[in-house]
């Protein structure tokens, strides 16, 4: 009903690099508009949506959202790497995921570097094989992977291990026990040793304010994501956050050069 009725909404929410000291890619997010105009949040539809079969249409319909952003702005003028797309675990056990993604980002004609999907550990429970086999064809199609939630699983390491990821997420449970629990620092220290040695970029959710930030920068956190920089927007209001983001970068950079 709410994809027939166009209450589907995507946000996104701006990610920094701690190294460009700027806001390079974001993770779009799900939004269902209720009837009374109130937002649904996906925590409320999701389980529902993959119980009942609707989540493979909210799921196209939210990646053809993104790939229409991608096609209507240009991600290089506006700093962007790429777009984080979440993938359910029915999704990545749908046999035709990979031939109906790439179709949908060559009807819009976007560069599959401009996408990546987040995955989880669950993602695999239903038919590995196929998963995986979804995976490796959007890899070589040119789309990048996320390891989303790490910290929340019971093999979060295997999976690492086992999959083609490029970035793995702290959740936000993991990042805040960091600077609450002296075992939980040990473990994430530990995590960020053994990621960092296989080449993966890692991101902290849930930063909050600036000294988690300036801990987490500290730390050597490739990219941050929390409401200490923004919240999830609606696509306009997304695109003026990174418009005045660069407009005060380039501000702030010629004032530096003038003094």
Known sequence: ????????????????????KTFESAEALMRIRGEDGKLVMPGEFIEVAEKRGSILPLG?????????????????????????VNLSAVQCGYKNLANDLIHTMREHHVNPHYINLEITESASMGNEKI???????????????????????????NYIVAMPVDVVKFDRGMTLSYFENAKAKYVMNAAM???????????????????QLEIMEALGIQYIQGYYFSKPLPRDKFIEFIVEAIEEKVKNKETTLYF
Do not use: W
């Open 193 to 211: 040793t053994m990621i960092k040695g296989l080449n993966l970029e890692i991101v902290s959710e849930g930063i909050e304010n600036e000294e």
């Open 131 to 157: 998963f995986l086999d979804n995976m490796y064809a959007l890899k070589k199609y040119g789309v990048s992977f996320s390891l989303d939630d790490f910290g929340t699983g019971q093999s979060n390491l």
């Open 60 to 84: 196209a319909e939210v990646f053809d959202r993104v790939c229409q952003f991608i096609e209507e702005y240009d991600m290089e003028e506006l700093g962007l790497h790429y777009i984080e």
């Open 1 to 20: 009903d709410s994809i027939d009725k166009h209450r589907v909404e995507v946000f996104y929410q701006p990610i920094y690099s701690t190294v460009s």
